[in-house]
């Protein structure tokens, strides 16, 4: 999914929580599970719907792990002027990470939108 599209100031995210869940167990290449809460606020003048998302994982290496994919999770949901659209979802990481994206909208006219989403930091408790 390229993230190709015009930027609509009125569409934007806001990460609300990041919490790390002690004892998840993830693959050995990385064991460690962080849920994040995230709104997608429509303050624009026209709906739009969530297409599609690219995330980007950085660790503390600088290593990058790349996730794309339609929806989101699961859904294709439509946002009217003044909406929002709330879920969590989680990432997987293997060291102190940081992660930020993208989400791809279409308007009701078929024009495809950009909604960044701001970066946040998944870092290990300090043990």
Known sequence: MATKGQE?????????????????????????????????????????????????????????????????????????PGEQFHYNSYHLVDSDSEAEGAYLAKDEGGKDLVVRIPAFRLDLPIA
Do not use: C
């Open 8 to 80: 609509d100031k009125g569409l934007w995210v806001s990460v609300d929580r990041v919490e790390y869940v002690v004892g998840a167990s993830g693959p050995p290449d990385r064991p460690h599970q962080f849920v994040y809460y995230v709104t997608i606020h429509n303050d624009s003048a026209r709906a739009v719907t969530i297409v599609g998302r690219k995330w980007v994982v950085r660790n503390a290496l600088g290593h990058r792990l790349v996730i794309e994919g339609d929806g989101v999770v699961g859904q294709f949901p439509r946002l009217a």
